[in-house]
T-cell receptor, first 110, second 112 residues
Framework: KQEVTQIPAALSVPEGENLVLNCSFT??????LQWFRQDPGKGLTSLLL?????REQTSGRLNASLDKSSGRSTLYIAASQPGDSATYLCAVNNNNDMRFGAGTRLTVKP | EAGVTQFPSHSVIEKGQTVTLRCDPISGHDNLYWYRRVMGKEIKFLLH????????ESGMPNNRFLAERTGGTYSTLKVQPAELEDSGVYFCATRGSTDTQYFGPGTRLTVL
């Protein structure tokens, strides 16, 4: 059974810092991995999707990496801004059964 | 293009009552998923439709939950009778030809 863990559970940084969010999973036989952002009271917004054959994906200030063999993914956020404050969720897709981590709650202080 | 919409945004019912949640997918998305997040836990998969057919309903917690997708368009998730532990946020997500799932804003269900 796939287990997804996100560390840390919460993170507070000053504006402008670069930061890394971590996601680990127990079953490396994944189809893809998706990073989402959730703002309070809102739905999930897809940030990046990495196929199992890929090592990383980039979108603007975001870079997600995937090391399938070690069961790890990271989300790197460059030059963080207060608007980046949200909960970031990692979701691993095994044959259309998407398993979520509990999320990392990020606060970027002005 | 409109995103995934869910109705209602919030529902408060008493234990034993029935509630029906609705999800309208992005037009043309054949794949529709239901998820829920109960207090303090991670989001969990409930089931997956491909058009009107249930592809995978392994995450449905028990037979008090019934999902339908008549005509392969919108979907409903009915809880009957509702129990206290059913409280949480119910998300719908849809997917077209790519692998990206697009989520709706969720329905917050409170069972008293």
């Amino acid at each position: 059974k796939q287990e997804v863990t996100q560390i840390p559970a919460a993170l507070s940084v000053p504006e402008g810092e670069n930061l890394v969010l971590n996601c680990s999973f127990t079953d490396s036989a994944i189809y893809n991995l998706q990073w989402f952002r959730q703002d309070p009271g809102k739905g999930l917004t897809s940030l990046l999707l990495i196929q199992s054959s890929q090592r990383e994906q980039t979108s603007g200030r975001l870079n997600a990496s995937l090391d399938k063999s070690s069961g790890r993914s990271t989300l790197y956020i460059a030059a963080s801004q207060p608007g980046d404050s949200a909960t970031y969720l990692c979701a691993v897709n095994n044959n259309n059964d998407m398993r979520f981590g509990a999320g990392t709650r990020l606060t970027v202080k002005p | 293009e409109a995103g995934v919409t869910q109705f209602p945004s919030h529902s408060v019912i008493e234990k034993g009552q029935t509630v029906t949640l609705r999800c309208d997918p992005i037009s043309g998305h054949d794949n529709l998923y239901w998820y829920r997040r109960v207090m303090g836990k991670e989001i969990k998969f409930l089931l997956h439709f491909v058009k009107e057919s249930k592809q995978d309903e392994s995450g449905m917690p028990n037979n008090r939950f019934l999902a339908e997708r008549t005509g392969g368009t919108y979907s409903t998730l009915k809880v009957q009778p509702a129990e206290l532990e059913d409280s949480g946020v119910y998300f719908c997500a849809t997917r077209g030809s790519t692998d990206t799932q697009y989520f709706g804003p969720g329905t917050r269900l409170t069972v008293l």
